[in-house]
């Protein structure tokens, strides 16, 4: 249950001192990539086509942000994280694909996912959900966008150069531990005590 | 009279009264007041209700979450906390709490002459394309063959709007903005009447443990009871538009909200489904009579974004921002 600050870019050695439970603030630049990206992404490599920007050199974030254009340069107005296991099915081929050491998003990710972060040396971080306005104070600069025609604002790949992002909480690490799947096992069985409970609580039938 | 004047306006006959009293500058003041009250002027107050709605959380949700941050430890604690601040930065600085400003849900009680009852929904349409570029509000609105965003929030049959037509002249219009995220939990379940309510607990309580840290709890439940299963999800929907803490009028139907808040709370999915003791920050059911062999359940969750703004147009004419 640490509290570290990081830049990127991240190495392999970097994310592989994080456990779960720790506490992450992270400096450096930043991608935003949902369903659509990741998709378009994985496309453009299979083709044998160059992506534009080197993901291995940032941290991948779940985010559709609100943006504004003020005085012909884009604003971050906010971005917090998006459901990450809606990335399920890309993920794992996206980690070994393009080398990225970071994941931040919401709600975890599942057991391919949990493989690859191992395979490929990469950790899951959660951000709260919701907390755009957080996020958006901590973003310093739009980079780049990419995709943004094709795959309009939500979708589009977002370069961000960011200070003291989070806190991101390491929930799945890369030496295979996943926070979700202990947590999951205690839920089921306060799900077993509560529905005692409910049985219990029944008035009697006249 | 004057004072009165001044302030509020009782009925239109005492503005006309006041209109005809010579020379007086206030009376002058106040026509002018009441010539603004167009569409124009109900367009302006609906997108200040919308962004209201966008970047300043309500009082009761504020509370609620500051006092489950007091009563949390470690992980759970630190997202609350996170919320806490967000929300604190959105409302200073006037932007969305969530990147996700959600789609527009409004639920209208329109009293039948009301003036503007026929053209609100195209009000409504040109406030929002409005909030969606001076706010800004992200893009929400996708054709589900094309995969096209319209780029402004409105497409077929968006926004829609719930009506509830009441006699008089007076409409109220809850404006309440909702995520995708919690919306994607949301459930319908055919219960068997024989153990209809034993059964709708347990399957509450399940669902949300299934759910984790999807919908960015702590949540908000809406139950919808009865009806049929459009009406269950439409009234679990109006569930949802109740304050933190307000109960069903009824005893009954009262103390199984709170006991589901106290079943759901000991699950341990807690804050972003990081662990905790503040999975759901209240339970709100409404309910309709059912036919005698369905038992029809409705959930929809509310993210902790508990986003909601409620417009009062009064019959004297006023509209008011609550």
Known sequence: MKKIKLQTPLSIKDVKKLSVGDTVFLSGKLFTARDETHKKMLELKKKGKKIPFNPNEMALFHCGPVVRKEKNKWVIISAGPTTSIRMENFESEFLSTFGVRMIIGKGGMGEQTLKALKKTGAVYTHFTGGAGALAAKSIKKVENVYFLEELGIPEAAWILTVANFGPLIVTMDAKGNSFYAKIKKERMENLKKINDLIEKNQPPRH | ?322
Request: aromatic share 4%.
């Open chain 2, 1 to 322: 009279m004057l004072k009165n004047a001044n302030n509020k306006i009782k009925s239109p006959s005492i503005l006309e009264k006041l209109i005809d009293f010579p020379g007086n500058r206030i009376t002058l003041n106040i026509e002018i007041e009441m010539i603004k009250i167009t569409k124009k002027n109900i367009e302006k107050k609906l997108l200040e209700a919308i962004k209201k709605a966008e970047t300043e959380l309500p009082k009761d949700v504020v509370k609620a979450l500051k006092k489950a941050a007091s009563t949390e430890k470690g992980l759970a604690k630190i997202q609350l906390e996170a919320i806490l601040e967000n929300v604190r930065i959105a409302s200073k600085e006037s932007i969305p709490m969530c990147q996700d400003t959600g789609i527009m849900t409004f639920h209208i009680e329109a009293g039948t002459e009301f003036k503007y009852l026929v053209d609100l929904k195209k009000m409504l349409s040109n406030a929002i394309k409005k909030a969606t570029e001076e706010i800004p509000l992200r893009p929400n609105a996708v054709d589900p063959f094309t995969g096209e965003n319209s780029g402004n929030n409105l497409g077929r049959n968006i926004p829609h709007i719930t009506w509830e037509l009441t006699s008089g002249k007076e409409c109220t219009i809850h404006i309440m903005p909702k995520g995708g995220g919690s919306e994607n939990m949301s459930a319908l379940k055919m219960l068997n009447p024989g153990k209809g309510l034993l059964e709708s607990k347990k399957f509450i309580v399940e669902h949300i443990i299934k759910a984790g840290g999807k919908p960015c709890p702590p949540t908000i439940v809406g139950i919808g009871i009865g009806g049929g299963s459009d009406i269950c999800l439409a009234l679990a929907k109006k569930a949802l538009l109740r304050k933190i803490g307000e109960r069903h009028s009824e005893k009954h139907v009262a103390k199984m909200e709170e006991e589901l808040l106290e079943l759901i709370n000991k699950s341990g999915v807690g804050p972003m489904g990081i662990g905790g003791k503040t999975t759901v920050l209240d339970v709100h059911i409404e309910y309709a009579h059912r036919h005698p062999a369905s038992f029809p359940l409705g959930l929809v969750l509310q993210c902790w974004a508990d986003r909601r703004k409620t417009i009062k147009f009064t019959k004297n004419g006023s509209i008011k921002v609550i």
